[in-house]
Every structure is written in C-alpha cells, then in structure tokens.
C-alpha cells in the first residue's frame, strides 16, 4: 500500500476456496485500500449465513438467491461482476436405474430430489429438462429436503408457482437414502452423493456421457451457466462506493493468475495427467477468456438465468439486470 494513503479498510469476505480465489486468501493479491479477511467456508453455508444473518461484508453468493430477492425488493446486497462458480449441470443429475429411468424424458410424472427449489442449479437443469427434453417443472413432483442429512431448508422464504408440486422428505431421511430405496426417482444433487461416490449400483447419472452432453448444450446455446456471485453489503459499499471496483480489480487479477498457472506444463498445478490438453480442447470449444468475469460480456448468460428464472415464475417484478449491479463495475477504465 502507498504511504500516501490512509489505513486500509477492513472488510471480511466469506466464500469457497478455488484456484481463482486463493491468491486473494494468501494475500499474494491485495484488494486496493482494502485489508481483506478472507474466511473459506462452503458455498451453501455462506449463502445461509449471509441470507439468513448477513454475517460477511461481501461474499460469494448464489446468483438465482440474488436475483430472487433482488425481484422482491431486498436491497441489502450489491452484487459485482464476478462468478466465482460456473459449471455445467447435466453431469449432476443422478437416477435410480430400478425405476426405469432411461432418459431425460422418462422423468415426466416422477418424484425428483432437490436440496432446495431456489438454488441456482435446479434453475440451469430445470430449464434444460424443459427446453431440451420437454419436462416441465409442473411435469413431476418435486421432494426437497438434505441430500446427506435430512432437514435442509430453503435460504429464502419459498413462494412456489401455481401448478408446481412440492413435498418435503421425511424428517429422518435423506434424499441420497430416498433414492438409494427407489422413493425418489432422481436427485438433483451439486456435489456427488456418497452413495454415487462408492460406486453403489443402485445409482447411477441420468446423462452417463455428460462430457458431450454438456458440449452439445454450449455449442446449442453458448452459455456456460453462472452459479455464484459476489455481493457487497449495501450499507458498506454506500459508505465507501470504491470498494466495488476495487474487489473487482484484485478479483480479476486472482482469476487471471490462476489460469495462467493452469497452462504452466513445467509442473502442473492441478492433479490431472493431461491437464494442458483439457485446458487447450476447452479453449478451442470457448475461446481463450476461459473462466470469463465482467457484465457486458457476461450479459447473455446472465440474460439466460434471469429468463429461466421468469418463466419458472421465480421473479416477483421484473428488472433491467444493470440495477443488481454497481454501476462502477459495468463499465472497467481502460488506458
């Protein structure tokens, strides 16, 4: 920090630990003006600690949970245009082959699994059910509740669409146990069930060439599904609106670090054999922005998520996107 500035500002930031992050938690990457407490915590659980007791001053945060609330009138979060999670979803849908489930379209009129109706995740493979299978979110009766421990809840008041059917699993079992019996159909799960995870043949994907599928659905629809946001406490970003591009900057700068070190082939930095042949397939499929931050070039797949969330009737109003974001870090200085 220049010695011509004033202390840094404290703020702490809780969020998953990822390649792309971690410069920031070892402080190789320092936020301008800002002394940052980096605190790693699970996704899920940062998302209920900050929806539910607004515990961090920014932090990673589910980007359907965002714009659900946002289309509610909750103003206590500004978001910036960094992702922290993207993924493709299809390799996320688990069955039980005992029901007779042999593709997408044999989920019409069956019990799925799903942590919570709101996650981000359900949203993407709700909507490609729909669009590229015909299954609609109306077509099959839905069974919320933990996928290893029973009893997770919603992190946002649930408001359930007219038409959508919706139970709760009992109280003493987990949607991996349901579908290890065969009471759920399906499992919409973002980390692998343990019961998947020691090869019990009760369970199985429901897309077992999910590698392709997944091609397919981006060379289709050229997105690459945004699960997570960062958001900014509103009270503290009002106070000191620099902070925005600030954390922008250095989120950049870490992401950058991190994929540039991918395709260091002198010793790699991820445990895969053939990682530098992954890492240039996925640029000649997607371009060499590979794990793209920023608004306007963001815009189309963020446009999507907020369209699945309009026809899953999700949104209480609607909203131009550029309202749920700080107007600093829509357009980045460029010398």
Not at 86 to 99: C, E, K, M, Q
Not at 197 to 216: G, K, M, S
Not at 292 to 299: D, I, L
Request: net charge neutral; glycine share 6%.
């Amino acid at each position: 920090m220049s010695l011509l500035t004033s202390a840094p500002l404290h703020l702490t930031y809780a969020g998953g630990l990822y390649d792309r992050t971690a410069p920031l938690a070892t402080g190789e990457v320092r936020p301008e003006g800002i002394d940052l407490n980096y605190v790693p915590v699970v996704p899920p659980e940062a998302f209920w600690r900050q929806l539910k007791h607004n515990e961090f001053d920014v932090s990673e945060m589910s980007c359907a949970n965002y714009l659900t609330v946002f289309s509610r009138g909750d103003r206590r979060f500004v978001a910036i245009p960094v992702y922290p999670s993207r993924t493709f979803r299809h390799s996320a849908v688990y069955i039980n082959p005992a029901n007779g489930i042999k593709r997408a379209e044999d989920l019409k009129g069956r019990r799925i699994g799903c942590a919570e109706y709101y996650m981000t995740m359900a949203i993407w493979q709700r909507a490609f059910l729909q669009h590229d299978y015909g299954v609609a979110p109306a077509d099959v009766r839905w069974v919320l509740g933990g996928v290893e421990q029973p009893g997770r809840r919603e992190r946002i008041a649930v408001k359930l669409p007219a038409g959508v059917q919706v139970e709760s699993a009992p109280a003493d079992t987990s949607l991996s146990d349901l579908l290890v019996a065969g009471q759920i159909d399906a499992l919409l799960s973002p980390h692998m069930p343990h019961v998947f995870r020691r090869r019990d043949p009760r369970v199985a994907r429901l897309f077992p060439d999910f590698w392709n599928v997944e091609r397919a659905y981006y060379q289709k629809h050229k997105v690459f599904p945004i699960m997570h946001v960062v958001a900014i406490k509103r009270e503290i970003y009002e106070r000191h609106p620099w902070i925005a591009v600030s954390l922008y900057k250095a989120f950049c700068q870490a992401k950058d670090l991190a994929v540039e070190r991918m395709y260091d082939s002198d010793a790699l930095t991820v445990s895969l054999a053939w990682l530098v042949g992954y890492w240039e397939q996925e640029r000649a499929l997607r371009g060499d922005d590979l794990w793209s931050y920023g608004f306007h070039n963001n815009r189309h797949d963020l446009d999507t998520l907020k369209r699945h969330l309009k026809e899953q009737d999700l949104l209480e109003r609607d909203f131009a996107l550029e309202e749920a974001f700080a107007p600093s870090t829509l357009e980045t200085f460029r010398q």
